[in-house]
């Protein structure tokens, strides 16, 4: 009799996945949980309610967290899209779009130290709009690499067909192209959040300590060993990415499927 493997190595495979998630969570959960105990000496609720505590201000580094990112994304992903008609239409399309791969070639702390000088001139170093602007720098060239291929000779013949029955350029705009881009705009607005969200290495240097975003925290916590709430912190910073990828999945790839 031939055994069925599949089932449990399914099975496996899900556990191992989730199991980073749930003992996140029940860390977050305890305290007072020192070697060689196999159960810590509490496990409740109170690691939680000292998150609205002001001396903590993990709400605060959530609420940042989530402002920056989505002014980010919106405003990338907008002029991500509507620069890179210009791009893929342009005659040297090869040599700008090789340039947008440029800001990837360093490593974020390295393209921070790097424009750390100008920040400082510009007065842009160490508040929330320069962080803003230096991670748009990086979800910019994104944004116009992933529209590229929405700009082929099937767009462009959908416009010049508004254009033969006498619509004009907003029309074609409005009513054809953002439907047919409208996939993928929400596709690249996640993504675009999600590199704003997880960003690190600009931000620390940017906002030299001063803009303190939820990821700042969760190193924070990690240099301080107070890991009870660097996994709580951990919990917060998983929650939104969680969200985008159910919506992700309802909304925009059950359509496109």
């Known amino acids: 009799m031939r055994v069925n493997w599949k089932p449990f190595v399914l099975t ?56 920056i990112s989505l002014s980010v994304a919106t405003v990338s992903t907008l002029s991500g899209f509507l620069i890179s008609r210009s791009v893929a239409y342009h005659p040297r399309k090869r040599l700008l779009t090789l340039f947008t791969y440029f800001p990837y070639l360093l490593a974020p702390v390295v393209l921070a130290a790097c424009l750390s000088y100008f920040f400082l001139k510009l ?23 992933f529209f590229s291929s929405f700009w082929s000779e099937r767009t462009k013949s959908f416009e010049e067909l508004v254009f033969t029955l006498g619509g004009t350029r907003r029309q074609a705009f409005v009513k054809v192209l953002l439907p047919l881009a409208r996939g993928m705009l929400l596709i690249c607005f996640f993504q675009t959040f999600l590199i704003s969200w997880f960003e690190y290495g600009l931000t620390s240097i940017i906002g030299v300590g001063k803009v303190q975003t939820l990821t700042i925290k969760v190193f924070l916590f990690i240099k301080e060993a107070n890991f009870y709430y660097g996994a709580l912190s951990c919990c917060l910073l998983i929650f939104p990415p969680v969200v985008l990828l159910y919506l992700n999945k309802k909304y925009v790839f059950n359509k496109l499927v």
Request: glycine letters at 8%; proline letters at 5%.
């Open 12 to 67: 496996l495979v899900v556990l191992l996945t989730l199991f980073p998630f749930v003992y996140l969570v029940l860390l977050s959960l305890a305290s007072q949980w020192r070697f060689p105990a196999l159960l810590p000496g509490y496990f409740g609720l109170d690691n939680w309610r000292t998150i609205w505590a002001s001396e903590v201000g993990l709400v605060s580094s959530f609420l940042l967290s989530t402002l």
């Open 123 to 145: 007065g842009l170093f160490g508040n929330v709009t320069g962080v803003i602007v230096a991670q748009f720098m990086i979800t910019f060239p994104y944004s116009l690499i």
